[in-house]
């Protein structure tokens, strides 16, 4: 099957550690994106790649941190320095990620932060 | 911020069509609408998208008026399974950052 697969669903953390969101995409897309949600709230962007190798901050970047070896993962870390972690995450991909550009997004299923 | 403007919620009865509408006043020129809808705790659908002309796909229909200041999204006949918060989205800036309002929530009744 294609498409969009992230994990775990859930995930709890203590405070003052650092956790790793895998995000994993067969679709063949470059672009692939981060975006956090918070309750009765819309997506918010942390971080965004339009190739390998190449990664921009987003509206929320602070306290996470990104990799984009392969053009099929991107995954984000939550970092110690993150103040307020406990949210939804969700990642998305885009063939293109040209901006102007008629270039539909497609979402995994999210996972779910919890920090103790 | 937000370049849509939605109504924060609707009600439509199963098997009615369920109509959305969305405003976006300030749109560009080069701008696509986009509709999304997220069912609780999952990660955003894909409906369909439009730059000037009418869609129409297997999920629903999107009419975007003349001048582009607004657009409606028609799920021709709504189910139970159709009861979500649906996002209407119009693209932005360099990264094709979705910005998402608050969306519309529908409820589909019996």
């Known amino acids: 099957d294609g498409g969009i697969t992230q994990s775990p669903k859930y995930l709890f953390r203590k405070e003052g550690q650092n956790v790793t969101l895998s995000c994993e995409q067969n679709l063949n897309h470059d672009a692939m994106y981060w975006y956090r949600q918070d309750p009765g709230q819309g997506l918010r962007l942390i971080y965004y790649s339009q190739i390998v190798n190449d990664f921009q901050k987003g509206d929320i970047a602070e306290g996470y941190s990104v990799s984009r070896e392969k053009k099929e993962s991107f995954p984000l870390t939550v970092t110690s320095a993150q103040k307020n972690p406990t949210a939804f995450y969700l990642c998305?991909?885009?063939?293109?990620?040209?901006?102007?550009?008629?270039?539909?997004?497609?979402f995994g299923p999210g996972t779910r932060l919890t920090v103790l | 911020d937000a370049k849509t403007t939605q109504p924060p919620s609707m009600d439509c009865a199963e098997g009615r069509a369920a109509n959305l509408p969305c405003n976006h006043s300030t749109i560009s020129g080069n701008e696509y609408v986009y509709w999304y809808r997220q069912i609780h705790s999952q990660g955003p659908q894909y409906i369909i998208h439009g730059l000037k002309n009418n869609e129409t796909n297997e999920m629903a229909s999107l009419i975007i008026t003349e001048d582009r200041k607004s657009s409606t999204l028609i799920l021709p006949h709504a189910t139970l399974r159709d009861t979500a918060v649906y996002y209407c989205?119009?693209?932005?800036?360099?990264?094709?950052?979705?910005?998402f309002g608050q969306g519309t929530t529908l409820q589909v009744k019996p």
């Open positions: 998305a991909s885009s063939p293109l990620g040209l901006a102007g550009e008629e270039d539909t997004q497609y």
């Open positions: 989205i119009v693209r932005v800036d360099y990264t094709g950052k979705l910005i």
